[in-house]
């Protein structure tokens, strides 16, 4: 700790040029093995004697050879960043094909535990830039504001997703077009934004606040080793799941629930309550939802499976059955079915953006 700094770089340059000849002893003249041998041997002896005039004169000596070997050029900075580069984006793969996936809140089926894409309807102008910039950054938030250009109609509406997390939708119309930073979905749900919608010159189109999806990290690395437990909020595949549709760009969607029954598992639904082998559902996932206060409104009969308070649905072996916290709002498991086996990704482990209310470790 108290060490000088010219200690500490004296004997960093020794293991260097230790390591150098190592590598380079069969490619060196012999007269420049002996001068490198040499100053090595004579810095090493200024610092055993700790003199430090001796030191730093043999530690110049010493570096200057070095350089003379090994010239710095162009060339080797833009090499050591390229590896420095490579290595890091192989480690971010490595991280996120084996231990942690982000994932993104897509949809409304698990609120409040966790917030879809919400837009909200303003009539006033949107705050200055500053505030917007600020509450991107801390709430995840958004402002859009458009207002039409032209009398027009609007005859479609296109999605396209940029870098995975965001969503941007291009409103064509007749004679005008506009870019917004909002699923399509939220345009037609929050802001009455729909094709065939006809507007005036001047017209409000769109104005308002969005909320991003809450951003979470998903442990692909537990489901491993340890079973799936009831009550996890977990992240699956779709595919081969009848009744839920793949994008034809991107193909069948993930989709995040709460596995309310495992293998062997009977459910069924008593509104606001869900059973689970003949009992309440237990745990504090479960019960917050059947309190039915606040925001959560208990679970709801729906779909194909669990239709009416006399059903039951036995969850078949190497199947999993997922029920949204939102069950008023949610297409899960009572409309497609189990989740297969094979189609769990991992456990919804940690809202890490935005830095809401919802951020830290997911219950």
Known sequence: ???PRYVKHSKLLLRHARKYLRYKDDLLSTATREELRAGVAALDQALRKRDRDRIKTEAEALDAKLHEL?????????????????????????????????????TGSMQPTLNGIVGRSMTGPPPNLLRQVAEFIVLGRNYIDVVSRADDEIVQIQEKKFLF?????????VREQYLVYAPAKTLSDDFNVFVGRSCRRGELIARGAIDTGDQVFVDKLSYNFINPRRGDVFVFRTNHILGIREDPETGAPFYI??????PGDTARIV???????GNKAQGYGFERVMENKGSY??????GNYLSDSSRTFPVPAHGYFALGDN??????SRYWG?????NLVGRGLFVYWPFSSHWGLIR
């Open 70 to 106: 090994t010239p710095v050029t162009w060339e080797s900075h833009w090499r050591e960043n390229c590896e420095v580069i490579l290595v890091a984006v192989v480690v971010a793969i490595g991280i996120r094909s084996y231990f942690l996936q982000p994932f993104k809140i897509p």
């Open 297 to 302: 409104h208990g679970y709801a009969l729906g």
């Open 338 to 342: 189990p989740v297969p086996e094979e």
């Open 165 to 173: 997390f965001f969503t941007l939708s291009r409103i064509i119309g």
């Open 1 to 3: 700790m108290f060490t």
């Open 271 to 277: 509104p606001p309550f869900l059973f689970i082998n």
């Open 327 to 332: 069950s008023h709002n949610s297409y899960d």
């Open 257 to 262: 629930k709460r596995l309310a029954g495992l």
